[in-house]
């Protein structure tokens, strides 16, 4: 099925099904995430782009789609808080590789 969807040319995402993507930026993926997939979401329409970069200090680089382009909003190595469509979502970057410091 997959095969026949990429022979098609089928989108992957459709927007109005999806909010937000958030990807986890890894040596093998960082050129995708960020330039293939930035563009194919864009096009798909998806509104909220993240990418979490887990390497040395965690940071997230948040976009969000205007216009059919995504602007960036936030870029932050701490706790963030974004409004995703009406609901505020809270992530803590260093809670997620256990990096808090006391």
């Known amino acids: ?3 026949a969807a990429v022979a098609a040319d089928i989108p ?4 109005d099904d999806v909010s937000i993507t958030v990807e986890i930026l890894s040596p093998g993926t960082r050129r995708t995430d960020r330039v ?3 563009a194919e979401y ?3 329409g998806i509104e909220h782009y993240w990418l979490v970069d887990l390497d ?3 940071t997230l680089t ?3 789609l205007d216009s059919g382009r995504y602007e960036l909003v936030a870029e932050d190595q701490s706790e963030v808080r974004i409004d995703v469509t009406g609901t505020l979502v809270t992530l803590d970057l260093p809670a997620l590789t256990g990096s808090i410091s006391h």
Not at 12 to 15: E, N
């Open 42 to 44: 864009a096009e798909a």
């Open 56 to 58: 040395a200090t965690p």
């Open 62 to 64: 948040a976009y969000r």
């Open 12 to 15: 992957r995402a459709i927007g």
């Open 36 to 38: 293939a997939k930035f």
């Open 1 to 3: 099925m997959k095969v």
